[in-house]
């Protein structure tokens, strides 16, 4: 594998690189990797079919379809749909829900593109769309919030945890306000970010949708599922056969089992521990050259890194690329965007949410790694001051 195809006379080996941007996304366990590969050699059969061989294709599915659910809801209840990631299960409710312009929507402002980009298309075109403001520590006003449900929201979105800043929300009051306020609302969860790394409950928290993916818990990419509560409707905005009531068309077999293998084999405990002792030695020997912590930082998976001296991220990210350190700025799919809406919704100027590295750790890190970042980090910033 070339990691380095401006210079073949130095090509990094995966030993090499430091990687810091598990937010981003995750890389494959092993098991995942071998489930996966003996799915695509002996259970390629299409599910849709009825001879022998795809029947036991589609009984694989439905118990991924369980193990993934469980972990949602002990119950178990609710119906889950396979997707091919948060993207598409997020649009799948917004605009299944959002169906006509004398509904009113509400979104927490900060919000994945996945959520943000359907959310500004419906506006454009002319419905009622508007955005709950965040604290300067990130977490969604509450107070705003309240002001801002009318009797005719039909929905809510918010992420569970923010991918910019690792911001965990307060979900469970979110739902308490706005079932006080309007119990009529859809409450639907991007719970991406959270999902696996924390332990919840979807439906004691009184969510009517959750998305979740498979890349960001050590899964394939792109499948993901869409947890929709029991008596919950949502207009399809996709057309064709049977396979699943909300989203036609045959299954990616290889990539749902890999997604209920890396499931039932995340140690959410075990992997805190472990990711909360990288967070404790990054926050312990970060303090140096003027650097902050953008946002409550109460979430180890997660760090907003803000960068002294008028020092862009970018530049930095460069320069530690370099060094085979590989670090974010941010959501990984708003990073070509020249604006972080998060940081400038939690108050900061424009100009200082340039000046970012986002820090997000996973179950393959290790101490010395971070070390091995801060040493670097340390000396990167001494040669741009």
Request: net charge neutral; aromatic share 8%.
């Amino acid at each position: 594998m070339i990691y380095d195809r401006g210079n073949e006379g130095h090509k990094k080996s995966p030993q090499e690189i430091c990687y810091f941007d598990n937010a981003a996304t995750t890389k494959p366990s092993d098991v995942v990797l071998g489930e996966m590969a003996l799915a695509e050699r002996e259970l390629y059969f299409n599910s849709a079919a009825l001879y022998k061989q795809s029947l036991n294709v589609k009984r694989e599915i439905a118990n991924a379809n369980e193990i993934i659910k469980k972990r949602l809801t002990k119950s178990g209840e609710g119906e889950l749909v396979f997707t091919s990631g948060a993207t598409e299960s997020n649009n799948m409710v917004i605009l299944g829900k959002v169906t006509n312009q004398r509904q009113h929507m509400l979104v927490a402002a900060g919000e994945h593109s996945s959520v943000y980009a359907p959310s500004v298309n419906l506006q454009n075109n002319g419905f009622d769309v508007e955005y709950v403001p965040l604290l300067p520590c990130g977490e969604i006003d509450l107070h705003a919030l309240r002001g801002l449900i009318r009797s005719n929201t039909a929905l809510f979105v918010f992420g569970m945890v923010n991918s910019d800043t690792g911001t965990v929300q307060n979900a469970s009051e979110i739902v308490r306000i706005i079932r006080n306020e309007n119990p009529r609302t859809h409450i639907h969860c991007d719970a991406v970010q959270g999902f696996c790394k924390f332990n919840f409950d979807v439906e004691k928290l009184g969510l009517d949708s959750a998305s979740v993916s498979a890349h960001k818990v050590y899964g394939p990419k792109g499948v993901g599922a869409l947890w929709i509560r029991k008596g919950v409707t949502l207009k399809p905005i996709m057309f064709g056969g049977a396979q699943q009531e909300y989203r036609p068309g045959t299954e990616n077999n290889a990539a749902i089992i890999g997604f209920a293998a890396a499931v039932e084999i995340f140690d959410t405990a075990k992997y805190f521990d472990h990711i909360k002792s990288l967070h404790a030695r990054l926050i312990k020997g970060l303090p140096f050259l003027g650097t902050t912590i953008n946002g409550s930082n109460l979430n180890p998976y997660i760090t907003n890194v803000g960068l002294p001296h008028n020092m862009l991220g970018q530049t930095v990210l460069n320069a530690l690329s370099a060094k085979g350190i590989c670090v974010g700025l941010g959501s990984a799919c708003a990073s070509t965007s020249s604006k972080n809406r998060t940081l400038l919704a939690m108050g900061l100027p424009e100009a200082k949410t340039k000046q970012v590295l986002r820090i997000s750790f996973g179950i393959y890190n290790t101490l010395a790694e971070v070390d091995v970042f801060l040493k670097n980090l340390e000396e990167v910033l001494e040669n741009l001051k």
